[in-house]
């Protein structure tokens, strides 16, 4: 079955550091893999998107990475701001495409000042 | 910056009541889904249209929702009966076909059935 997990399920860290979120999948073949950002009341924003061939993409002080063989991404966020706080969803899209994207359940980043 | 809009923000109703939401996806963009987020569940496609046609709404219970786009400029998703379990965020985001493209999300219907 199609999965994907994220760790941890919520972060506390004080503004100006950085911090790493993780999202583990099953879903093979995939398309791609992205990040969203989603604030309190809005809807998720993309931040990054790779394909299963790309393991690293930036976006500002955002950087996603891929490793394809342990179905593993992360994303990255350097000296982190208030405005950081938000949850963060890793969502794959199987290759196959008859098959649903996934989405993951999410990473609330709380970040203190 | 060209956006999704929702209509409405929020809605409360009670049990039993139609309900009707509304989307207006980004101009030129050729797929819309519909999704449902929950505390418990997270986000959960329930619907996905490219170039107005349905492709997949083997999440929607048939039975109560319904999902339409009228015209490119205008999608709707329908709750018939509602039910106290139907209360969460609705969102629709829209795209373009090509591979690698983002979704654009609105910020969504917040859904309360009494």
């Known amino acids: 079955k199609n999965q994907v997990e994220q760790s941890p399920q919520s972060l506390i860290i004080l503004e100006g550091k950085n911090c790493t979120l993780q999202c583990n999948y099953t879903v093979s073949p995939f398309s791609n893999l992205r990040w969203y950002k989603q604030d309190t009341g809005r809807g998720p924003v993309s931040l990054t998107i790779?394909?299963?061939?790309?393991n690293t993409k930036s976006n500002g002080r955002y950087t996603a990475t891929l490793d394809a063989d342990t179905k593993q991404s992360s994303l990255h966020i350097t000296a982190s701001q208030l405005s950081d706080s938000a949850s963060y969803i890793c969502v794959v899209k199987p290759r196959n495409r008859d098959d649903k994207i996934i989405f993951g359940k999410g990473t609330r980043l709380h970040i203190l000042p | 910056d060209a956006r999704v809009t929702q209509t409405p923000r929020h809605k409360v109703t009670e049990m039993g009541q139609e309900v009707t939401m509304r989307c207006q996806p980004i101009?030129?963009?050729?797929?819309v889904f519909w999704y449902r987020q929950t505390m418990m569940q997270g986000l959960e496609l329930l619907a996905y249209?490219?170039?107005?046609?349905?492709?997949?709404d083997s999440g929607m219970p048939k039975d109560r929702f319904s999902a339409e786009m009228p015209d490119a400029t205008l999608a709707t998703l329908k709750i018939q009966p509602s039910e106290p379990r139907d209360s969460a965020v609705y969102f629709c985001a829209s795209g373009l076909e090509q591979l690698h493209q983002p979704q654009h999300f609105g910020d969504g219907t917040r859904l309360s059935i009494l």
């Open positions: 790779m394909t299963f061939s790309e």
């Open positions: 101009l030129g963009h050729n797929t």
């Open positions: 249209f490219r170039n107005r046609a349905p492709l997949d």
